[in-house]
Protein backbone atom coordinates (compact mmCIF):
# COMPACT_ATOMS: atom_id res chain seq x y z
CA UNK A 1 0.00 0.00 0.00
CA UNK A 2 1.44 3.34 -0.72
CA UNK A 3 1.67 6.63 1.39
CA UNK A 4 -1.52 8.27 -1.02
CA UNK A 5 -3.94 5.06 -0.15
CA UNK A 6 -2.72 5.24 3.57
CA UNK A 7 -3.53 9.03 4.24
CA UNK A 8 -6.19 8.69 2.49
CA UNK A 9 -7.49 5.08 4.56
CA UNK A 10 -6.02 7.11 7.75
CA UNK A 11 -8.46 10.70 6.92
CA UNK A 12 -5.05 12.11 7.16
CA UNK A 13 -5.32 15.66 8.34
CA UNK A 14 -9.21 15.45 8.98
CA UNK A 15 -9.58 16.45 12.75
CA UNK A 16 -13.59 16.30 12.90
CA UNK A 17 -15.39 13.99 15.12
CA UNK A 18 -16.77 11.55 12.43
CA UNK A 19 -12.46 10.87 11.35
CA UNK A 20 -11.64 10.57 15.12
CA UNK A 21 -14.35 8.02 15.52
CA UNK A 22 -13.51 6.57 12.50
CA UNK A 23 -10.12 5.81 13.80
CA UNK A 24 -10.96 4.84 17.44
CA UNK A 25 -12.66 2.35 16.00
CA UNK A 26 -10.64 0.66 13.84
CA UNK A 27 -7.84 0.60 16.94
CA UNK A 28 -10.32 -0.88 19.34
CA UNK A 29 -10.83 -3.28 16.63
CA UNK A 30 -6.76 -3.53 15.84
CA UNK A 31 -6.53 -4.46 19.56
CA UNK A 32 -9.16 -7.24 19.40
CA UNK A 33 -10.76 -6.44 22.27
CA UNK A 34 -14.44 -5.93 22.98
CA UNK A 35 -15.42 -2.28 24.38
CA UNK A 36 -15.97 -3.41 27.39
CA UNK A 37 -12.77 -5.35 27.47
CA UNK A 38 -10.91 -2.24 26.56
CA UNK A 39 -13.07 0.46 28.75
CA UNK A 40 -11.92 -1.95 31.55
CA UNK A 41 -8.74 -2.07 30.75
CA UNK A 42 -7.96 1.46 30.07
CA UNK A 43 -9.36 2.26 33.61
CA UNK A 44 -12.42 3.95 32.24
CA UNK A 45 -16.17 3.32 32.79
CA UNK A 46 -17.84 1.34 30.07
CA UNK A 47 -20.66 4.10 29.43
CA UNK A 48 -17.61 6.59 29.63
CA UNK A 49 -15.46 4.51 27.11
CA UNK A 50 -18.48 4.41 24.56
CA UNK A 51 -19.56 7.94 24.49
CA UNK A 52 -16.16 8.70 23.96
CA UNK A 53 -15.46 6.91 20.94
CA UNK A 54 -19.30 7.70 19.01
CA UNK A 55 -18.56 11.50 19.61
CA UNK A 56 -15.05 11.44 18.08
CA UNK A 57 -13.93 12.96 21.08
CA UNK A 58 -10.90 10.16 23.80
CA UNK A 59 -10.24 11.29 26.91
CA UNK A 60 -5.88 11.98 27.63
CA UNK A 61 -6.05 8.91 29.69
CA UNK A 62 -8.17 6.86 26.46
CA UNK A 63 -5.31 8.27 24.28
CA UNK A 64 -2.53 7.72 26.65
CA UNK A 65 -3.79 3.86 27.33
CA UNK A 66 -3.69 3.51 23.51
CA UNK A 67 -0.15 4.62 23.38
CA UNK A 68 1.41 2.93 26.59
CA UNK A 69 -0.56 -0.52 25.80
CA UNK A 70 -0.76 -0.61 21.95
CA UNK A 71 1.89 2.00 20.68
CA UNK A 72 -0.98 3.97 19.03
CA UNK A 73 0.49 7.83 18.72
CA UNK A 74 -1.80 10.79 19.66
CA UNK A 75 -1.26 12.07 16.07
CA UNK A 76 -2.80 9.15 14.63
CA UNK A 77 -5.92 9.11 16.50
CA UNK A 78 -6.57 13.75 16.50
CA UNK A 79 -5.39 13.77 13.05
CA UNK A 80 -4.37 10.15 11.37
CA UNK A 81 -0.77 11.07 11.00
CA UNK A 82 0.30 7.14 10.60
CA UNK A 83 4.52 7.96 10.06
CA UNK A 84 4.76 7.37 13.75
CA UNK A 85 3.01 4.14 14.39
CA UNK A 86 4.96 0.86 14.44
CA UNK A 87 5.09 -0.66 11.26
CA UNK A 88 3.29 -3.49 12.24
CA UNK A 89 0.53 -1.76 14.56
CA UNK A 90 0.17 0.37 10.56
CA UNK A 91 -0.42 -2.10 9.01
CA UNK A 92 -2.93 -3.75 11.58
CA UNK A 93 -4.64 -0.84 11.95
CA UNK A 94 -4.78 0.36 8.18
CA UNK A 95 -6.34 -3.39 7.37
CA UNK A 96 -9.38 -2.11 10.08
CA UNK A 97 -9.57 0.93 7.86
CA UNK A 98 -9.48 -0.80 4.59
Not at 2 to 12: F, G, N, V
Not at 24 to 46: D, H, N, P, Q
Not at 51 to 66: C, D, H, I, W
Amino acid sequence: MDYIEQERLSKAGDVTPEAIHHRLVAVRKMTRMTSKELAASSGIKYTTYISQERAGAPSVKLMTYYLKAFHVDYNFILGGDTSRLPADVRAEILAQLG
